[in-house]
């Protein structure tokens, strides 16, 4: 089987504009989380004020003509796709041996929202002619590819919080099976309006902790209250191995393992019982050819849910058991909200990080933690102690979705 190895990586998030600084504001226990300042919060007396907005806006990033073309979750996939590729050092490739798998949850909305006032406020023909392409949710792949002039084949995962993660497997799958030599994988999202607010509200999936926003995403905490929105995308170069080798590439480390499968049990729930999530840990394991116990960092869905929090650690105690207590468990969307279909691709690059750095992030607003939830959280910055172990990360989503990537060190 062909190896696969992380050779770039990219990001714009709630935290920072690029990887290092997004890294840096994780490390220090910032959050990204603040008030939306926007008319529009008002105007609708949305029951939710706050959201993980991008750091850095994209039209600080992009030329006027790129950012005018594209959907904002476009515009992020596009901003971390090329600091991934220039972080790999812009590798020489056969464009027929260059793929991109680039997932979102919710694609072009945008654009999608805004063209349908358009439509009910000024009529059909003030509708613009780049809508479609702009709100289809391959459009951050397209555009990816588009940018890279990858012909290996360019694919969107929609899975909803599971997506990033799911594309970053199936860019694995395409790797090993010899069917491209590099692909640009990771998730783009860009949902932070007022109609997606309105609904996850309506739901009570969203913390409404409007008077501390930075305080608000919580996971593990007794006080939890539901997720934060968050926005932004990440994107990793993954590489076959000798490829890789061959010119002299900087590898970051090797990706062993992405598996998926799904619950069938509810469109929003999970299964109380974990068993689809702790399905697609195990063999997210056997394809690394790795056992529980090599495993001592867990980046965690750990959405700040009543329900999901604690669905996701029956899911980590039916795999682990004993070997639980050993692992050191981040939970990093207290820092930077749920970016959904993008949460998977940050997440990841986290995940890579902790382990090339020997570091796990901390988990900021854990005051009291859920003793449903016993798992060892760090609050500080923690080392890891064994260098040729594993790292997970988990993502799952609406649908019953879920997505486990696994990662080891050279």
């Known amino acids: 089987m062909r190896r696969v190895v992380v050779t770039g990586i990219g990001a714009t998030t709630p935290l920072g504009g690029d990887v290092a600084s997004s890294w840096k504001a994780l490390l220090n226990g910032e959050s990204g989380i603040s008030t939306l300042t926007q008319e529009w919060v008002e105007r609708y007396e949305l029951p939710v004020t706050f959201a993980g907005k991008a750091k850095v806006s994209a039209d600080q990033v992009l030329t006027p003509q790129e950012a005018k073309r594209l959907d904002p979750s476009s515009q992020f996939a596009l901003i971390s796709a090329r600091e991934a590729w220039a972080d790999a050092g812009s590798p020489e490739v056969t464009p027929e041996r260059l793929a991109v798998d680039f997932a979102t949850g919710i694609g072009g909305v945008w654009t999608l929202l805004d063209a349908f006032d358009t439509l009910k406020e000024r009529g059909p023909r003030r509708v613009l002619p780049m809508t479609v392409p702009m709100l289809m949710p391959n459009g951050p792949a397209a555009a990816i590819g588009m940018d890279l002039g990858a012909r290996a084949g360019v694919r969107t995962a929609v899975s909803a919080c599971a997506s990033g993660n799911e594309s970053i497997a199936n860019a694995l799958q395409r790797i090993q099976l010899g069917q491209a030599d590099v692909v640009v994988a990771g998730g783009a999202e860009a949902a932070i309006h007022p109609l997606p607010i309105a609904a996850f509200a309506a739901m009570h999936a969203l913390s409404k902790r409007n008077d501390d926003p930075a305080r608000a995403s919580r996971p593990y905490d007794t006080d939890r209250d539901g997720f934060v929105m968050g926005e932004g995308a990440g994107a990793l170069v993954l590489e ?5 080798k061959a010119r002299g590439a900087k590898i970051y480390c090797e990706l062993v393992g992405g598996a998926v499968t799904s619950d069938a049990y509810h469109i929003t729930a999970p299964d109380p019982e974990g068993s689809g999530a702790a399905r697609a840990v195990l ?4 394809q690394a050819g790795a056992s529980v116990t090599d495993v001592e960092h867990v980046n965690a869905h750990a959405t700040s849910t009543p329900v999901g929090d604690i669905a996701e650690y029956t899911a980590i105690k039916r795999v682990f058991g004993d070997h639980t207590d050993s692992l050191i ?3 990093t969307k207290a820092s930077t909200g749920h970016l959904l279909g993008g949460a998977g691709a940050i997440e990841a690059i986290f995940t890579i990080l902790a382990l090339t750095e020997q570091l796990v992030p901390p988990t900021i607003n ?10 060892n959280v760090p609050s500080d910055p923690t080392k890891l102690s064994r260098p040729g172990a594993i790292a997970i990360s988990n993502s799952f989503g609406f649908g019953g979705h879920n997505a486990v990537l696994a990662f080891r060190n050279l």
């Open 329 to 331: 468990v981040s939970a």
């Open 366 to 375: 854990l005051d009291n933690q859920d003793p449903a939830i016993p798992l």
């Open 283 to 286: 063999a997210a394991l056997e």
């Open 240 to 244: 076959e191995y000798e490829h890789a």
